[in-house]
């Protein structure tokens, strides 16, 4: 197997070890897109894992354990900037982001089950929080996931929900214009399914 389905089958494998260890935990990114979105080409596996402030070492050793590192000095990475950039034997990329803050709790929260074939299934975070999420990374990719997940979702979408958990966040890097884009991407969206 390849590409997309290399993905997949890595996603399972963090799926199954995160469900052992009763972590809370949901995939964004790519994975997420799968879903919600328009599929498309994704060459890693992102998700957020709950680890309180302070804890962090302990989920950091424990996946270290099991998933080889990206870096030299993943660990001290991953224990600093909340991220440990692993990989699975097969070489698959994985993001796994240490979430605490209260958005990233109730997106794990809301987190629903995905089945991808009769053999998968993944927990992704909601149509809503992808968006979130997206618009808050705010690469022109995470622009164009956002827009295809609009497309493919916006009559289903609760966009009082989007409207309410984003701002708070983007307030922390000080970002005014991303909401208003979001506004705009929303309005068109709109306007082509008229």
Do not use: Y
Not at 170 to 190: G, H, M, P, T, Y
């Amino acid at each position: 197997m390849s590409g997309l389905d290399d993905v997949i089958l890595a996603a399972a494998e963090v799926e199954a070890f995160c469900r052992n260890h009763a972590w809370q935990f949901c995939f964004i990114g790519g994975v997420a897109v799968q879903r919600w979105g328009m599929p498309r080409f994704t060459q890693d596996v992102d998700l957020t894992l709950m680890a309180a402030w302070g804890t962090e070492a302990k989920f950091v050793d424990t996946l270290l354990e099991k998933f080889p590192a990206r870096l030299s000095n993943a660990r001290n990475f991953a224990l600093e900037h909340r991220v440990l950039l692993a990989k699975t034997a097969s070489g698959i990329a994985l993001d796994f982001a240490l979430g605490a803050f209260p958005f990233e709790e109730a997106s794990t929260e809301r987190a629903t089950l995905w089945s991808v074939s009769d053999q998968v299934t993944l927990t992704t975070c909601s149509a809503e929080d992808l968006v979130i999420h997206k618009v808050f990374a705010g690469r022109d990719r995470d622009w164009g996931d956002v827009g295809s997940v609009l497309v493919r979702q916006l009559g289903k979408l609760d966009l009082d929900h989007i409207r309410r958990e984003l701002p708070p966040l983007l307030e922390l890097k000080d970002d005014v214009e991303s909401f208003e884009k979001l506004q705009r991407l929303i309005a068109d969206a709109d306007s082509r399914s008229q």
